[in-house]
């Protein structure tokens, strides 16, 4: 009896490739309702199917991230304003050449906190030298959003001990584009701030936070609080820079208050070195 269905063959219509053949002769697509409804870009994006796009967005990184076996992340935040400290010193030259007071003060502030670029690439690869010559199951990955400044330094110091480094980018008005040491096949971009704050904390098993700002600040108290609610399991949260931290913050105002309790400091830990947050997170999983 002749085979009726190759188990292979794909079942479902080419709908990508009629998209593609629709695209290269140079047509726009307009809605069409004779085509497939899962490849309709103006069907799918209508305010009605949002609820789709949720579930899209959820399960594409999901499944990329399980095919390649990242299970386990380190999640770094901080500025992404903060420059690698060569850059900063050339914009500090360029800056008093010009002669521009406002441009030399704000060159100025970016090296003096270039310190941390060299600082969170540096604990990127003891993570990634750690995890290298571990089983897939005890690896730990470096996860951050994607962009420049201290999100670039963490993804480059795994990038640069051969590691596999994830990045969650973010459709932005300005857009953000990923910065270069993102491995290629776990690199994403979203739309929905939502979607992706719950994929920093799906395969999250530590976070550790630079010195940042309203973004930084945004993730931080994110994780905080699911911690603090039980919502997430306790992982180590770690605060770099104990002198930016406690000038950010005076956590005792909110003790004295009884908005928080004391134990609830011990939700984080600050620390100054790569190796001192590295052996925070050792610590917390007994490593």
């Not at 004779?34 to 990184?61: C, M, S, V, W």
């Not at 963490?154 to 932005?172: F, H, K, P, S, W």
């Not at 956590?251 to 134990?263: H, K, N, Q, R, T």
Request: glycine fraction near 6%; charged fraction near 20%; proline fraction near 6%.
């Amino acid at each position: 009896m002749d085979q009726t269905q190759d188990l292979s063959v794909n079942r479902l219509a080419d709908a990508w490739a009629e998209l593609q053949a629709h695209s290269n002769q140079g047509y726009p697509l307009h809605a069409d309702a004779n085509r497939l409804a899962f490849a309709d870009p103006e069907f799918l994006l209508r305010r009605e199917t949002r609820g789709i796009r949720f579930q899209l967005e959820l399960l594409k990184p999901d499944l990329e991230q399980q095919e390649q076996g990242i299970e386990n992340t380190i999640v770094v935040f901080g500025s992404a304003r903060f420059p690698p400290p060569e850059q900063a010193s050339a914009s500090v030259k360029l800056a008093e050449e010009s002669g521009d007071e406002e441009a030399l003060l704000l060159a100025r502030r970016h090296a003096r906190n270039a310190h941390y670029y060299d600082q969170a690439r540096l604990f990127a690869r003891l993570v990634a030298t750690y995890s290298n010559h571990r089983p897939p199951s005890e690896q730990l990955f470096i996860c951050t959003g994607g962009g420049p400044g201290i999100m670039e330094a963490a993804n480059r110091g795994a990038q640069e001990m051969g590691a596999l480094t994830v990045g969650l980018n973010i459709v932005l008005p300005h857009e953000q584009s990923s910065n270069p040491y993102i491995s290629p096949s776990v690199n994403f971009k979203f739309h929905y701030f939502a979607l992706r704050k719950m994929h920093f904390m799906m395969r999250a098993k530590a976070l550790v936070a630079f010195p940042g700002g309203f973004g930084t600040l945004d993730e931080l108290f994110e994780v905080i609080t699911l911690v603090q609610t039980g919502k997430a399991k306790p992982v180590p949260i770690v605060l770099f820079g104990t002198e930016y931290w406690k000038r950010l913050f005076n956590f005792d105002v909110l003790i004295e208050e009884g908005a928080i309790s004391p134990d609830d400091l011990k939700l984080f830990q600050y620390v100054d070195t790569p190796q001192a947050g590295w052996d925070a997170i050792k610590d917390f999983y007994h490593l």
